[in-house]
């Protein structure tokens, strides 16, 4: 079994620390093998930025995702740049208010998230990249919420743990 993520959106979204968690979460709390590597502009903010994991039940040779499995795009752009890179019949996560995915439902398997306004509903923005993870964490085989949860709380300053696991419950329950 060899699962690629791909998580994809803009510079501030929180796309490389959604992908250290996923990655966190496989290796320590569901024994799996994993690799994550991240890209972004030297600005950081407001460029485009993703996350890669592969997720594996045997040692992971090549550490670059090929052809995604689960494709989160938080943003138009990170769509439009990165869905040639998922495979067919593939999970397709987006932010339903920020990104169109009109005419992608013939192709892949779309779910529509309302990620940034569930999160603003939830007090901050910044957690709208949580939201995605439930979102993810309700779709993918191999990894549950529960390994997801112990990651976050792992990984997020800890005055802040509460507020993120209420947006990856809230992101799964929205699946």
Not at 2 to 24: D, K, S, W
Not at 82 to 98: R, T
Not at 114 to 126: F, Y
Request: proline fraction near 3%.
């Amino acid at each position: 079994m060899r699962v690629e993520i791909r998580i994809a959106g803009t510079g501030g979204m929180g796309v490389v620390l959604a992908g250290v968690i996923v990655g966190h979460a496989a290796v320590v709390y569901a024994g799996l093998d994993a690799v994550q590597t991240q890209s972004y502009g030297s600005e950081a903010r407001g460029t485009a930025a993703k996350s890669e994991v592969i997720i594996s039940d045997r040692p992971i040779r090549y550490p670059k995702v090929r052809r995604s499995d689960y494709l989160i795009a938080m943003s138009q752009k990170a769509l439009d740049t990165y869905i040639e890179g998922a495979a067919p019949k593939s999970n397709v996560i987006i932010d339903a208010d920020l990104v169109d995915g009109t005419g992608l439902d013939d192709m892949y398997t779309v779910i529509r998230v309302p990620a940034m306004r569930t999160a603003e509903e939830l007090g901050k923005s910044m957690v709208a990249n949580m939201v995605m993870l439930g979102a993810l964490a309700k779709k993918i085989d191999v990894l549950g919420t529960e390994a997801l949860k112990k990651g976050v709380a792992d990984l997020v300053p800890p005055e802040t743990v509460e507020l993120n696991l209420r947006a990856l419950r809230a992101g799964a329950g929205l699946v």
